[in-house]
C-alpha cells in the first residue's frame, strides 16, 4: 500500500438532483419525490466506517435543510461537511448575484446542522468552467478556503483541459484559493479522468486501480476519488432522460458497493481538508483578466 493519502469525497445528494434530470423534473418536483438520501448516505457512512475511512461530504444545502438529523450524523462521525451549494444548478448557468446568494443560503443550513464551519465548496457537475472562471473570487470573497469544482479534462457538460492536473493555486485578489482537481492520468499527452463516479462505476475496477496507484506511486500525488450516495442504489426509481443520461447514471450500480469495498482496501484515504495541507500547492491557474467578473 503506498503512502500517500488520497482524498476520500463524497456528494450528498438525491438520485433526482442530478442535472441529468434538469429536464425531467423541476425544482419543484423535487418535493414528491421518493427521498432516498438519508438511507443510502447512511449505508455509505457504515461503509465508510468498516475501513476506519473519514470522508469530504460536500452537502447539498436543500438536503441539509430538510435532513438536518444527517448532516449531524455525519459531522458525529468525524468526516469533514463541506458544501455542495443549494439547488444543484449548473454554475455557468447563473449569474454571480445567483451563485453568491445560493452560496450562502446553503452555508447557512449546513452550518446550522453540522456545528461546524464550512471551508470548501464543490458545484454541481464539476460546472466551474472556462464560463464560470469568476466563481473563484466569489468563494474567495465569501471566506471558502479551498474547492473541487475544476475536472482539467474535456466533456460534454463539464471541464477546464487547460487546468493543472493536480492541487494548485488560484489567485483571488488579496485572497488564494486551493483546488483540488478531479483526477486524471496522462497519457499519449491526453488527461483521462479515473477516479470516480460514472468513471468509477462504467469502466472497468482495474482502470481506477491502475490510475490511483500510478498517481500515487509514479507522480507521489494524492488521487481526489468522489462518488453519490445514490450510486450504491440499484432499486432507485427510474427516471426518464435520453439514452446517454439513462447510460451514465444506471449503468453498473449493483456493481459500485463491491468495487468500493475493494479500493478502501486497496489504498489509504482521509478527508480532503486532511490531504491539502501536506501538499502545498506549487502551480497556479492562469486566467485571463476577460475570465474574472
Given at each position: 500500500?503506498?503512502?500517500?493519502?488520497?482524498?476520500?469525497?463524497?456528494?450528498?445528494?438525491?438520485?433526482?438532483?442530478?442535472?441529468?434530470?434538469?429536464?425531467?423534473?423541476?425544482?419543484?418536483?423535487?418535493?414528491?419525490?421518493?427521498?432516498?438520501?438519508?438511507?443510502?448516505?447512511?449505508?455509505?457512512?457504515?461503509?465508510?466506517?468498516?475501513?476506519?475511512?473519514?470522508?469530504?461530504c460536500f452537502v447539498l444545502g436543500w438536503v441539509a435543510e430538510r435532513c438536518p438529523g444527517l448532516v449531524k450524523t455525519i459531522a458525529a462521525g468525524g468526516h469533514e461537511v463541506a458544501s455542495h451549494g443549494y439547488w444543484h444548478r449548473l454554475v455557468y448557468t447563473q449569474t454571480p448575484d445567483e451563485f453568491?446568494?445560493?452560496?450562502?443560503?446553503?452555508?447557512?443550513?449546513?452550518?446550522?446542522?453540522?456545528?461546524?464551519?464550512?471551508?470548501?465548496?464543490?458545484?454541481?457537475?464539476?460546472?466551474?468552467?472556462?464560463?464560470?472562471?469568476?466563481?473563484?473570487?466569489?468563494?474567495?470573497?465569501?471566506?471558502?478556503?479551498?474547492?473541487?469544482?475544476?475536472?482539467?479534462?474535456?466533456?460534454?457538460?463539464?471541464?477546464?483541459?487547460?487546468?493543472?492536473?493536480?492541487?494548485?493555486?488560484?489567485?483571488?485578489?488579496?485572497?488564494?484559493?486551493?483546488?483540488?482537481?478531479?483526477?486524471?492520468?496522462?497519457?499519449?499527452?491526453?488527461?483521462?479522468?479515473?477516479?470516480?463516479?460514472?468513471?468509477?462505476?462504467?469502466?472497468?475496477?482495474?482502470?481506477?486501480?491502475?490510475?490511483?496507484?500510478?498517481?500515487?506511486?509514479?507522480?507521489?500525488?494524492?488521487?481526489?476519488?468522489?462518488?453519490?450516495?445514490?450510486?450504491?442504489?440499484?432499486?432507485?426509481?427510474?427516471?426518464?432522460?435520453?439514452?446517454?443520461?439513462?447510460?451514465?447514471?444506471?449503468?453498473?450500480?449493483?456493481?459500485?458497493?463491491?468495487?468500493?469495498?475493494?479500493?478502501?482496501?486497496?489504498?489509504?484515504?482521509?478527508?480532503?481538508?486532511?490531504?491539502?495541507?501536506?501538499?502545498?500547492?506549487?502551480a497556479v491557474l492562469e486566467r485571463a483578466p476577460a475570465a474574472v467578473a
Amino acid at each position: 500500500m503506498s503512502a500517500v493519502v488520497n482524498a476520500m469525497t463524497v456528494d450528498v445528494e438525491d438520485y433526482f438532483h442530478v442535472s441529468a434530470f434538469d429536464r425531467v423534473l423541476t425544482r419543484d418536483d423535487w418535493p414528491a419525490q421518493e427521498s432516498r438520501v438519508e438511507a443510502n448516505t447512511e449505508r455509505l457512512l457504515a461503509l465508510l466506517a468498516e475501513h476506519h475511512v473519514r470522508a469530504t461530504c460536500f452537502v447539498l444545502g436543500w438536503v441539509a435543510e430538510r435532513c438536518p438529523g444527517l448532516v449531524k450524523t455525519i459531522a458525529a462521525g468525524g468526516h469533514e461537511v463541506a458544501s455542495h451549494g443549494y439547488w444543484h444548478r449548473l454554475v455557468y448557468t447563473q449569474t454571480p448575484d445567483e451563485f453568491r446568494e445560493d452560496l450562502r443560503r446553503a452555508r447557512g443550513v449546513i452550518e446550522d446542522a453540522s456545528g461546524t464551519r464550512l471551508r470548501g465548496y464543490r458545484a454541481p457537475s464539476f460546472s466551474i468552467t472556462a464560463q464560470s472562471l469568476w466563481a473563484l473570487d466569489v468563494l474567495a470573497e465569501e471566506g471558502y478556503d479551498y474547492d473541487a469544482s475544476i475536472f482539467p479534462i474535456r466533456h460534454d457538460r463539464y471541464g477546464l483541459p487547460t487546468a493543472p492536473r493536480h492541487i494548485f493555486r488560484v489567485q483571488c485578489g488579496a485572497r488564494d484559493l486551493v483546488e483540488a482537481p478531479g483526477s486524471t492520468v496522462r497519457i499519449a499527452g491526453v488527461k483521462m479522468p479515473m477516479a470516480g463516479g460514472g468513471y468509477f462505476r462504467i469502466l472497468p475496477y482495474a482502470w481506477t486501480r491502475w490510475g490511483i496507484d500510478r498517481l500515487n506511486r509514479v507522480e507521489r500525488q494524492p488521487a481526489v476519488f468522489y462518488l453519490h450516495p445514490w450510486e450504491i442504489d440499484p432499486h432507485q426509481p427510474r427516471l426518464a432522460a435520453d439514452a446517454l443520461g439513462r447510460f451514465r447514471h444506471y449503468r453498473n450500480l449493483d456493481r459500485t458497493e463491491g468495487r468500493l469495498r475493494r479500493l478502501l482496501a486497496e489504498f489509504r484515504f482521509a478527508p480532503l481538508g486532511d490531504v491539502l495541507p501536506a501538499q502545498p500547492p506549487a502551480a497556479v491557474l492562469e486566467r485571463a483578466p476577460a475570465a474574472v467578473a
